[in-house]
């Protein structure tokens, strides 16, 4: 499945803006404990939004909702990604680990 990218929406500085308040957010909420870098969370925000144009338009045409609603999504579907990242990384171990437990003769 193809998803369609309409990056229009982040011709508004404001929406860009916000991707990389939510970058920064998830970065120092994560960062540490689930390896997240500002620059990889920053282009996965831009991504996010420019594949839900519709969210974007909703929440800038809502003067209920805002650029403020808009964070707080963005917030949100980042941390679902790398939460569900980190997640299948636990499950995996690295050539170093395996190596180490089949100890000296497997070297």
Not at 24 to 41: F, H, K
Not at 46 to 60: D, F, N
């Amino acid at each position: 499945m193809t998803e369609t990218a309409d990056w229009s929406v982040l011709d508004d500085p404001e929406v860009v803006r916000v991707a990389g308040r939510a970058a920064r957010a998830v970065t120092l909420a994560y960062g540490d404990r689930l390896t997240i870098e500002y620059d990889d969370a920053y282009q996965e925000a831009l991504l996010r939004l420019a594949t839900r144009p519709e969210l974007v338009r909703e929440c800038i045409a809502d003067s209920t909702l805002g650029y403020g609603v808009l964070h707080r999504r963005l917030v949100l579907d980042l941390t679902d990604k790398v939460k569900t990242e980190a997640r299948h990384r636990t499950r995996h171990l690295s050539y170093e680990a395996l190596l180490a437990a089949a100890g000296p003769e497997a070297a």
